[in-house]
């Protein structure tokens, strides 16, 4: 992974340098000390991940972020020592947001969620190439999402909408859609109903937890490196960290 360094600060870049050391797939390719040079140097130097500090002299990080274009822009890690930029880093797709000091065990879970990222993107790349696809359309190959979901109720057979559904928990064998105060059980696994909704829309956000990303009003980070959603019901949920990166898609709400 060719990685760039965004910081004003020339210790937390030796930081972030220092941590990378342990990544033996990850070279530093440059760094910046402002959004701008940072601009300047991830459009020459194309870098798979920039680490980048949400609070700069002039343009902060989510302009910088917003002068990015296309599907190759590089995958965003921001650095902070505010953490009440979690929800907005989020929304502009970052896929992750690190706290500063850096504590090694949270740094080393963003490495495994960007390095997951950046093989996803390589695989798909390989695939458009062997299809004479581009990646845009590899990336959204026809796949049949479920707009309504089968539930039985005594002997009678209910369609839920996709659209109705709250938040989804699983239940033993079975998993329960929690759908305006109600309650609907489904015979299926969770990696099962996770196969079945599209992703763009739906995040597994726990070994036991679905969730749809446009019901998100609220993120916040927690000290055991996990993370809780609001959902616009009220509704909190823990993300845990193993699946935190996934809900920075199209379908988390702005704040």
């Known amino acids: 992974m060719r990685v760039l360094i965004v910081d004003d600060e020339p210790l937390a870049r030796r930081g972030v340098r220092v941590c990378l050391r342990r990544a033996v797939d990850a070279t530093v390719v440059g760094e910046a000390d402002s959004s701008d040079s940072g601009l300047t140097m991830i459009r020459a130097l194309r870098p798979d991940v920039v680490f980048l500090d949400v609070q700069m002299p002039g343009m902060d990080a989510f302009d910088m972020v917003s002068r990015l274009d296309g599907d190759e822009r590089p995958f ?16 502009v797709h970052a896929v992750d947001y690190v706290m500063k000091p850096i504590d090694d065990g949270r740094f080393d879970d963003a490495m495994r969620a960007v390095r997951q990222r950046v093989l996803e993107r390589h695989a798909r ?3 458009a190439r062997a299809h004479g696809l581009s990646t845009l359309e590899t990336a959204f190959s026809p796949t049949s999402w479920e707009t309504r979901l089968e539930v039985r ?11 109705d559904i709250d938040w989804i928990e699983a239940s033993g064998d079975y998993v329960t859609l929690h759908v305006s105060g109600r309650l609907h059980m489904l015979h299926e696994s969770m990696d099962g109903i996770e196969r079945r909704l599209d992703p763009a829309r739906f995040a597994r956000i726990h070994r036991s937890t679905i969730i749809p990303l446009g019901r998100v009003q609220g993120l916040s980070l927690l000290p055991t490196r996990d993370a809780m959603v609001t959902l616009c019901n009220g509704t909190e949920l823990r993300v845990s960290r193993r ?13």
Do not use: Q
């Open 243 to 255: 699946y935190r990166h996934r809900i920075s898609v199209d379908g988390l709400r702005r704040p």
């Open 153 to 163: 109720n005594g002997g009678r057979t209910l369609w839920i909408d996709v659209e």
């Open 76 to 91: 965003i890690i921001f650095l902070t020592a505010h953490d009440g930029y979690a929800l907005k880093a989020f929304g």
């Open 125 to 127: 790349k390989t695939l």
